[in-house]
């Protein structure tokens, strides 16, 4: 999916549990760096409960440090919201220990 597709997705699902009081997590990585930062952002912008986010997938961090600063400037570009790490390193070939 676009940048512009994931951001449609998004909204249809802020808007879909604005009347169920579910909570909204957006799963924003598996992308390009930059294009992650605008989906946090976004993410932000539509008030979710929580962002989740895949390690870097193309430039794989390869220790903890890494794989820290990676996720300290997605969160950093979503200060407000909660930011869960998607661990799954038998499909992301990411394997530093937590």
């Not at 605008?38 to 929580?50: R, Y």
């Not at 600063?69 to 038998?90: D, F, R, S």
Request: overall charge neutral.
């Amino acid at each position: 999916m676009t940048v512009s597709e994931r951001k449609q997705v998004a909204e249809a699902w802020a808007n879909a549990v604005k009347t169920t009081k579910q909570h909204l997590m957006i799963q924003v990585g598996g992308t390009t760096f930059p294009d992650v930062i605008e989906l946090a952002k976004h993410a932000e912008e539509l008030k979710a409960d929580s962002i989740l986010c895949l390690p870097e997938l193309y430039f794989k961090p390869t220790n903890c440090k890494e794989l820290t600063e990676y996720l300290k400037n997605v969160g950093n570009a979503a200060p407000n919201t909660p930011l869960l790490y998607y661990h799954i390193p038998m499909l992301t070939n990411v394997n530093s220990k937590l």
